[in-house]
Structure formats: structure tokens, C-alpha cells
């Protein structure tokens, strides 16, 4: 397919509730103005158009038994498809993953990651074939003080443990992948989650992390 009349760059944030916006104070959602996907959109101007992609329960790869439809792994081909052409895949993933129900290590949590990662790669979504753009980031960490909050029968034990050795164990899985690019969240100051549930980021962290992806999408500074 050839799509010479799509002149904007577009970009895909493919998520779960923390790309979705949910905010943990009211149980809802931030507004269009503070979620990351739309800030980003801000940040990048005209020539570009962001597309938001987040549910809430989100997996990369896990069916939920208690709620259908959570694995990333199995809807984000026709998702893609479905947002043709794409010239960027932003995933951040992996906070669902460490439930508890799923008993699953950061090790194999990553693992998951970078299935759904080959998977995006080869989905026939891309404005050029032979040059897919995926940029994986590593969400902010769950803070222990999770399972005193609202969502600690959800969860279950062991989520913040679990979710802190993400990072360790993907960087190393992704380096070397051709079309690959990697961000960790937890290394940018102010990403941050709430207070109210531990689990899910601030209106800063939003705007804190669109500023960081604005510079790895253009390389500005600014």
C-alpha cells in the first residue's frame, strides 16, 4: 500500500491504564490536555499525530480470566493494522503482568515483552517496511506502599518486587534488536505514581515522561 497523502508522522502508544490516563483521585481519567499520548502530541506540533491505544488491565501477553480482552499479545496486530501507516510503536507494558494471579517473574515478564515486541515488528502496519520504529518503555515501578491502597486485593502480593526488576532484565533482551528503542521511565525525574494507589503515574509524571519521548521522537532538547 502507498500512502504519499499521510504526510504527518504517525506515532501509536500502545499501553495499558497509565497510557489510557487513568487517574487514581477522581477513578477516571485525566483530561485530554494531561495525558501523556495528548501532551506528546503538543510537544510534537502539526507535522505529527499521535494515536492513544491504552486499556486499563492491559497484559503483554497474559489472557485474564476475570477480564477478557487484556492480552496485548493477541489484539495488537489487528490494532496496528487498524492505524496504518505507523512510523513509530511506543509499548509500555508489564505493571499488569506482575499480578500476583499471573505468578510470573520479572525474568518472564520481560521475556513476554519482547514476544510482543517481534510481534509488533512484523505486523504490516509500517509506512516503510524495512524500517519499523518500536520504542519500548519500561513503566513506572509500582511503590511497595501499593498493598495498604486500593487496588493491594487486586494485585496481590509481590507486584512492587516484580515490577522494580523490569528494567534489569529487558534492557539486556532488547539490545541488539534491529528497529528497537528503549526507555525507562523509573530514570526520569518526576515519573512518578500516586500516592492514592501507588500503581498509577501523576499529571507530572504524564507531562514528564511526553517531554522524554518528544526527545527521543526528534531529538530536541527542548
Known amino acids: 500500500m502507498t500512502y504519499e497523502n499521510m504526510t504527518r508522522r504517525r506515532v501509536l502508544c500502545y499501553g495499558d491504564s497509565n497510557t489510557y490516563g487513568y487517574d487514581p483521585a477522581r477513578d477516571g481519567r485525566y483530561g485530554d490536555d494531561e495525558r501523556y499520548p495528548m501532551v506528546l502530541q503538543n510537544l510534537l506540533g502539526d507535522g505529527w499525530s499521535v494515536v492513544e491505544e ?15 480482552g487484556m492480552n496485548g499479545l493477541a489484539l495488537i496486530t489487528p490494532i496496528l493494522m487498524s492505524h496504518a501507516p505507523l512510523d513509530t510503536v511506543t509499548i509500555m507494558l508489564g505493571t499488569n503482568d506482575s499480578k500476583n494471579r499471573f505468578d510470573c517473574s520479572s525474568y518472564l515478564i520481560s521475556l513476554g515483552i519482547v514476544r510482543l515486541v517481534k510481534k509488533a515488528l512484523h505486523t504490516e502496519c509500517w509506512r516503510d517496511n524495512a524500517n519499523p520504529d518500536v520504542l519500548v518503555i519500561v513503566p513506572p515501578s509500582i511503590t511497595p506502599e501499593y498493598d495498604k491502597l486500593k487496588f493491594r486485593e487486586e494485585m496481590g502480593p509481590g507486584c512492587h518486587e516484580r515490577c522494580a526488576g523490569i528494567a534489569a532484565q529487558l534492557k539486556p533482551m532488547l539490545e541488539g534488536m534491529a528497529h528497537v528503542r528503549f526507555l525507562d521511565a523509573n530514570t526520569l525525574p518526576g515519573a512518578g505514581c500516586s500516592d492514592v494507589d501507588g500503581m498509577h503515574m501523576t499529571l507530572e509524571a504524564h507531562k514528564v515522561l511526553a517531554k522524554a519521548l518528544q526527545k527521543e521522537l526528534t531529538g530536541s532538547t527542548l
Not at 54 to 68: H, K, N, Q, S, W
Open 54 to 68: 491504552g486499556l486499563p488491565g492491559r497484559t503483554a501477553v497474559f489472557d485474564d480470566a476475570i477480564t477478557e
